[in-house]
Structure formats: C-alpha cells, structure tokens
C-alpha cells in the first residue's frame, strides 16, 4: 500500500506536466484522490458536526483599494486590543480557508489579539478585478491597504498563505516604511518567494486548454463564459488534489472542494501568469531582522518544501516548521500544529517587539 501511494504521487509529479496527461486525467475521478484519501462510506468524520459558517457571523466590513476594487473583510476580537492579526488566503482559496485559525486562535489569544481576514480581489467575496492588476504586485498592494485601513495603529502580525504569502512579501516590498514602524512578525505558510515555475502549482497547470482560456479572457471575454465548464474540468481535479494528503474528513474535503469551484474561472486564469512570473526576493532584507515563521509540507506538490527551506535559510529571524504528512493546505488539515506553531510566533513578536527595538525606533538609534 506505501509504496502504490508513492508511485501514485511520483506519477501526478512528473506526468502532469504533460498536456496530454492533464487532459486525459482532468475527467478522471480518481485524479482528486491522488494526494489525499476519502473513504465512503468514512470510517470516522471529525469534523461531520463542525461549523464551518463562524466566520460569516464575525463583524463585516471592507477595503477600498487604489484602483476600486472593494476587499470583503471580517474581524473577531476587541477593537482595541493590543495587536491585530492579519490573514491573507492563497490562490483559489477565500478567508474561509482560516476558519480553523479563526476557531483556535481566539481562544488562545483572547483579548490579547484582534484577527482581520479578508477576500483577495477576485475571491471569496471581493471585486472582481481588471486581468491587467491581477499581479502579486497589486495584491501587495492590496494588503498594504488593509494593514492602514483595518489595522491604522498599532502592532501587527501578518500571516499569509501560498498566493497570500506572496503578496505579504510584495506588500513589505512595496510599503518597507509600514512594515519597520508597525509590523512585528510574519507567518509565510506554505509559499516562496520565487522560483515556483520548475515545479509545483504553474508547471502543473500549463495546458494548453488554459493557455486557450486565458488569451479568450484577454480578446473575447463574451467567449469566456462557453469555456467555463471544459476549463474547470482541467483546473479543478488539480486544485483539488493538492489540498491534502493521505485519510482526511470527508466533510472537511468538501468545505475545501467548494470553496475551490466557488472561485470564478477568470480569477484563476488571470492569476496564473502573475505567480509564474512572480519574484519577491527583494522583500526578504525588509523582513530578515523580524521573527518569521515559515512553515511547509513534506507532500506539497504545489509549492514544495524546498521553496520553505530556501525562504528560512533567506531569513536570520525566521523559525521553520515541517508538517510531513500535509500537502498544500496544511492550516485545514493539521490546525493544531499550526496554531501551536502562529502562537508561538506572536510570543517571539512580543519578545523581539518589547526587548530588542527597532532600527527605526529613535530610542534605538540614539542608544
């Protein structure tokens, strides 16, 4: 059986990236179940009576970033607590995909903490956007805004995901200033700050049926909407597939399956090209005196471990965390292990925060 399950796994590696292989496997059932395992009927489900609606009753708001587009947010905590998380979600993904952190983290931090989630442009509940700022820069950007409009005093801790990862470090590039004055620590899951086209999610996903939807999405958009069905049938089994690793809830599966098919076709084309092309490297001096956690998977097919490694050894403050069993969605599948891993971060923050000042601090400077 162990050793079927790593052929089966080598095979979605190296084989995907073939068009032919996508197209002939993205029909195939069989397919979503390569990285992970639901089995019907199940012989446990943990999480069959879990409310996966907490983050709908949090208090709503939104962010109106520079070129329009409105950011759904929800927030939980006190308004004036001492310091306000905020989660950034990955490619395909909404705020949802935190819920489990949402659920945790509020009752380890209590009042300590306020958490601000939010949608990416194009996601979940936000905008929609133009194909032209769907950039990483852009959703830097985006985040930048967030941190000034959700969080306009006082620490912050900023915690991103995959695609949501990147654009924290993109903000940091963008915006070095409000990173050194406000920000006093940094979660990186599951992501990289460059070089993810050899591997992982966009060496997976090149074929020709997208590269065909994404110029349609650039010269006939009133042509898009015929290709939905036919291009979702490539994309979604490999989204799918990615997000865990061996036996796993199947009602968890599904919250995480619609969560994927619930993000508009267009969004994740216009995507695509952005985290192929994507290079934040220049973030990583504005983030390396900061306590970071980087934490990855050892079955990650989408951004794999070495992108974790390269990350930490990138960056002196950083601590690093290796869940072996998980696969892309290590926060949904093992949140235990991530919550114990985001708190221990916010205690290296206070430490570094309280104890060792800042550069930019004038205390520090003239001391």
Not at 38 to 63: I, K, M, N, Q, S
Not at 159 to 171: F, N, P, R, Y
Not at 352 to 366: M, N, Q
Request: include cysteine; proline fraction near 6%; glycine fraction near 8%.
């Amino acid at each position: 059986m162990g050793s079927r399950r790593s052929n089966r796994i080598t095979v979605l590696r190296g084989g995907l990236a073939t068009a032919g292989v996508v197209g002939a496997l993205a029909g195939a059932h069989a397919l979503r179940r390569l990285g992970s395992q639901v089995l019907w009927p199940a012989h446990r489900d943990e999480y069959r009576d879990e409310d996966f609606t907490l983050l709908e009753r949090d208090r709503a708001g939104a962010v109106l970033t520079e070129d329009g587009v409105r950011l759904s947010t929800r927030e939980c905590g006190p308004p004036d607590a001492p310091v306000t998380a905020i989660f950034v979600h990955g490619f395909c993904n909404s705020m949802e995909s935190f819920h489990f952190q949402r659920r945790d983290l509020e009752k380890r931090w209590g009042e300590r903490v306020r958490m601000v989630f939010f949608d990416l442009r194009g996601h979940g509940r936000s905008g929609t956007p133009s194909t032209q700022s769907c950039t990483v820069a852009q959703l830097g950007r985006d985040v930048a805004a967030v941190i000034e409009s959700a969080a306009p005093t006082g620490p912050v801790l900023v915690i991103g995901h995959s695609l949501g990862g990147m654009a924290v470090l993109a903000a940091a590039a963008h915006a070095p200033e409000l990173f050194a004055a406000r920000v006093i620590g940094v979660g990186l899951l599951s992501t990289a700050a460059a070089e993810v086209t050899a591997a992982g999610v966009t060496q997976l996903l090149r074929n020709p049926a997208i590269d065909g939807f994404r110029l349609a999405v650039h010269t006939a958009p009133a042509l898009v909407q015929a290709g939905r069905s036919s291009v979702r049938q490539v994309i979604a089994p490999i989204l799918h597939v990615s997000s865990f690793h061996g036996p796993v809830s199947p009602t968890l599966s599904r919250f995480a399956t619609l969560m994927i098919d619930r993000t508009p076709v267009e969004t994740i084309v216009k995507f695509l090209k952005a985290i192929e092309l994507h290079d934040e490297s220049a973030a990583l001096p504005i983030l390396a005196e900061l306590p970071v956690l980087v934490l990855g998977a050892g079955h990650d097919l989408v951004i794999p471990f070495r992108n974790s490694r390269a990350l930490h050894r990138a960056l002196p403050g950083s601590f690093l965390v290796r869940i072996d069993d998980a696969a892309h969605m290590p926060h949904m599948q093992y949140p235990e292990v991530v919550a114990e891993a985001l708190d221990q971060l916010l205690v290296r923050a206070l430490a570094h925060e309280r104890f060792v000042p800042r550069r930019s601090d004038p205390e520090a400077a003239g001391s």
